[in-house]
């Protein structure tokens, strides 16, 4: 079956280093995938989507690459501060030729001062 | 640009009471919205699909009698959970695709308690 998976283990990082998370999916090929930033008891930031013959997207700090051979994309925040500290997800839209945006289960990033 | 309000943000209801849930798409024409769940520690799960105009599409094992939703115009769609129960508590998040289709602006979300 097709699925998209995080690591689900929160990832605690010192203020001013980069964080890298890990999103892989399998038995499908995604044409975009997209981050999306998630504080406690709000909905979804976008971020940033990458299209599955592009292999980095950069937006200030944030950079994300999408490898399809591996299947997996990775989101990396340089510089990042205690601000930065949410969960952040990983989706693709399934080839179903529908509209279904499915999320990963989030990663949790922690940045201490 | 690319704002989703909800409202309300919280609310309380009695079981067996209903419910409405307001998703509006601020600064432009949403042709589709969706409506997701989220249970505590875990990721977004998608109710429905529903494009201005027509009747919404279900996922599989989500009561369509049970969330009424209404997308009557471009900028606007309702959720209304009727006869709720305490297992419907939980948050509900829409979210709404204009053009290009493949990006997803999402409201901040409606926490709904059951008693």
């Known amino acids: 079956s097709q699925k998209i998976e995080q690591n689900s283990e929160a990832l605690n990082i010192q203020e001013g280093k980069t964080a890298t998370l890990t999103c892989n999916y399998t038995?499908?090929?995604?044409?975009?995938l997209q981050w999306y930033r998630q504080d406690p008891g709000r909905g979804p930031v976008f971020l940033l989507l990458?299209?599955?013959?592009?292999k980095e997207k950069r937006k200030e700090r944030l950079k994300v690459t999408f490898d399809t051979t591996l299947k997996q994309s990775l989101f990396h925040i340089t510089a990042s501060q205690p601000a930065d500290s949410a969960t952040y997800l990983c989706?693709?839209?399934?080839?179903?030729?529908?509209?279904?945006?499915?999320f990963g289960t989030g990663t949790r990033l922690l940045v201490s001062p | 640009g690319a704002v989703v309000s909800q409202h309300p943000s919280r609310v309380i209801c009695k079981s067996g009471t209903s419910v409405k849930i307001e998703c509006r798409s601020l600064?432009?024409?949403?042709?589709?919205m969706f409506w997701y769940r989220q249970f505590p520690k875990q990721s977004l799960m998608l109710m429905a699909t529903?494009?201005?105009?027509?009747?919404?599409?279900?996922e599989q094992g989500v009561e369509k009698d049970k969330f009424l939703i209404n997308h009557a115009s471009l900028t606007l769609s309702t959720l209304t959970v009727t006869s709720a129960h305490p297992e419907d508590s939980s948050f509900y998040i829409c979210?709404?695709?204009?053009?290009?289709?493949?990006?997803?602006?999402f409201g901040p979300g409606t926490r709904l308690t059951v008693t």
């Open positions: 979210s709404a695709s204009g053009r290009p289709w493949y990006e997803q602006y």
């Open positions: 038995n499908y090929s995604p044409a975009y």
């Open positions: 990458i299209r599955e013959n592009e």
């Open positions: 989706a693709t839209y399934m080839n179903t030729g529908f509209q279904k945006l499915v």
């Open positions: 600064d432009f024409q949403a042709t589709t």
């Open positions: 529903s494009n201005e105009g027509s009747k919404a599409t279900y």
